[in-house]
């Protein structure tokens, strides 16, 4: 197909992701989102194993493929382009993804597009909450960034140096034998505490770091087994340090619009501080629904669909995944 049909028209676009322990399939046309299906691996203990989680993507991809199509009420023929993204994310699974989606793009001979995950993030929140361009705060079990648009790029304004505050979350959880994932649980166990146990607030510079936040936490159950409280004390440091972070970002860069996104998104309490914080800079609070906030395949679709309008195009050899692919290395050509 010659490159003006496929701008000129209802393009529609497949994308696949499959960074970690998600696999998902999204399908738009223009801004339309045609479906959002994913299934998510759960380990059977421990962390994520990359192995397994990509093998879980490689059993899935099929079903999930197909209820794409049929919720979307679309046929493969009709795809135009496929994306997926190519990173970053765990080598296993960012591979099978890759493989798969380059079989698709070449059975049906359409462009194909690897597109970096966090970037699907911020754009997916802009389009399902109609900000325009927000300060966004990108919490996950795999990434925690602070992210805004400067002179034609993704800028990381802050992030953390070592583990992300999900996988801070999940951790702790595992910890101390709460089921996976960790986040919701603790949200309800911090409901019942009724007292504040100091852990360490660690914030360097616009940076932050969350493992000795899990060390302190975990030690302080060992000694106390005062869970709630623990849930509750974990939260608050965890959440104060991401919300001043989020605060100086926003008076630096001047923004008028808060994006919060990622799986740990749907936390209430995270939300009322990003909230407050927010009201006092004169900025709009926006939260990604929880479907579009987790990850997900439309908003690889998403912004491919994009990248596609505004002329990128990938050969096959510019499909190889990157595993640590940076929001801050994307030519943002769509903006
Ligand atoms: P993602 O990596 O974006 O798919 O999101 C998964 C992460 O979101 C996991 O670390 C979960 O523990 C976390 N999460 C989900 N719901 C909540 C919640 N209500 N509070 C805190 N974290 C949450
Ligand atoms: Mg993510």
Known sequence: MSDTKLVNRLTICLGVEGTAHTIGVGIVSGSKILANVSRTYVPTKGGIHPREAARFHADKLKIVLEEALQKSNINLKQIDVIAFSIGPGLGPCLRTVATAARA??????VPILGVNHCVGHVEIGRLTTGAQDPLTLYVSGGNTQVIAFESGRYRIFGETLDIAVGNCLDRFAREVGLPHPGGPQIEKLAAQANEYISLPYSVKGMDLAFSGLLTAASKEY????KLPEICYSLQ???FAMLTEVTERALAHTGKSEVLLTGG?????RLQGMLRLMSEEHNANFLVVPFEYAM????MI????????QHGV????EETAVRQRFRTDEVDVVWR
Do not use: C, F, Q
């Open 236 to 238: 608050e440091t965890a």
């Open 313 to 316: 195009r990938h050969t096959i």
């Open 222 to 225: 060992y000694k106390t087994k």
């Open 264 to 268: 740990v998104a749907a936390n209430k």
């Open 104 to 109: 698709l793009a070449m059975r049906l001979e």
């Open 301 to 308: 679709s998403w912004l491919g669909l994009l990248m596609l």
């Open 295 to 298: 990850d997900n395949g439309t």
